[in-house]
C-alpha cells in the first residue's frame, strides 16, 4: 500500500498547466524578515505569512458528516469566508481542461490530488476575499498531515480546527441518499468506501495533530442539522461574541 506522501506525488506532468492558471499578488509570497540587533549582529525574526492576522479555521470530518451545512451557518452568523476545497477542485474540473480529466479519476478513487494544485487553487481563493472578513472556513483540508505543515509553512496560521465527529454507518447512508441527486462522481458505494478509509488513515492523524495542543472544537455530527448547527455555533461563541 501506498504511503499518504506517495498518494500527493504528481501523477502526471500535466498538471504543470495549472500554473498558466492562477496569478498572484505579489504580497501572497512569504518572506522572511531581518532585524538587526544593537551589536549589528543579525537575528531572523519569525516569517511573516501572507494570511498571518486573520482567524484561519480548518473544518474537517468525514466525508458527509456536515462540514458544508454547517459552515453556511457560520457564513450566516459570523461572516466568515468559506472556502470548500473539494468545491475548488470540482470547479477546476467543470473549466474543463486537461488537468481536470486527471482531478476526477483522482477524486473517483477517494484519494489526493497533488498539493501543488491544491495550494495554487486555495491561495487564488483567499486572495479573493474581501480584506474586513474576520477569517476563513478552509473545508475539507488539510486531509493529511503534510497539506497541513505546507499551509501553515507557507499560507497562515491554524486557529483552531472544527472536527465533525460522525459513525461511518452514519456518513454512508448520508452519502449514498445524497448521491441519488448531488450528480457528484464520488457519491456511490465503492467510492465512499475509498473516501472513508482516506478519512481514517490520512486525515484523522491530522485531528490528533492539532489536538495535541487544544486546537480542536470536537462536535458531534450524528444528530440533527438543527442541533449539530446549536453546537457548531456554541464551538464559535466562544470568540467571536
Ligand atoms: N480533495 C483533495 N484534496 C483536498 C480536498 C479534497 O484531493 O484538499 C479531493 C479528494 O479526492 C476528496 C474529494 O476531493 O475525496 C471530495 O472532497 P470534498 O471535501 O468535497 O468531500 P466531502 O468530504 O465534503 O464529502
Ligand atoms: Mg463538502
Redesign the pocket.
Known amino acids: 500500500m501506498s504511503t499518504p506522501e506517495q498518494e500527493t506525488a504528481p501523477t502526471s506532468n500535466c498538471f504543470s498547466h495549472i500554473f498558466n492558471l492562477f496569478h498572484f499578488k505579489s504580497s501572497s509570497k512569504p518572506e522572511e524578515e531581518v532585524k538587526k540587533t544593537n551589536s549589528s549582529e543579525v537575528v531572523e525574526a519569525p516569517k511573516v505569512l501572507p494570511f498571518d492576522g486573520k482567524k484561519i479555521v480548518f473544518v474537517l470530518?468525514?466525508?458527509?458528516?456536515g462540514?458544508?451545512t454547517q459552515c453556511d451557518r457560520i457564513v450566516e452568523k459570523f461572516n466568515f469566508y468559506h472556502i470548500?476545497?473539494?468545491?475548488l477542485?470540482?470547479n477546476a474540473v467543470e473549466e474543463g481542461s486537461e488537468i481536470g480529466e486527471e482531478i476526477v479519476a483522482?477524486?473517483k478513487?477517494?484519494?489526493?490530488?497533488p498539493m501543488y494544485v491544491?495550494k495554487k487553487l486555495l491561495l487564488a481563493a483567499m486572495e479573493k476575499a474581501d480584506d474586513n472578513v474576520p477569517g476563513f472556513l478552509i473545508?475539507?483540508?488539510?486531509?493529511q498531515m503534510d497539506?497541513a505543515e505546507e499551509f501553515e509553512r507557507d499560507i497562515g496560521h491554524c486557529t483552531f480546527v472544527l472536527f465533525f465527529d460522525c459513525p461511518h454507518d452514519v456518513l454512508t447512508k448520508r452519502?449514498l441518499k445524497r448521491g441519488e441527486t448531488s450528480g457528484r462522481a464520488?457519491d456511490n458505494e465503492e467510492t465512499i468506501k475509498k473516501?472513508i478509509n482516506?478519512f481514517v488513515e490520512a486525515s484523522m492523524p491530522v485531528v490528533e495533530h492539532y489536538a495535541k495542543d487544544n486546537r480542536v472544537r470536537k462536535i458531534n455530527g450524528d444528530a440533527s442539522i438543527e442541533d449539530v448547527t446549536e453546537s457548531t455555533l456554541k464551538a464559535f461563541e466562544v470568540d467571536e461574541s
Do not use: H
Open positions: 470530518g468525514g466525508p458527509g458528516s462540514k458544508g470548500s476545497v473539494g468545491d477542485l470540482r483522482i477524486m478513487e477517494g484519494k489526493m490530488v491544491t473545508d475539507g483540508f488539510p486531509r497539506q452519502l464520488d473516501r482516506t
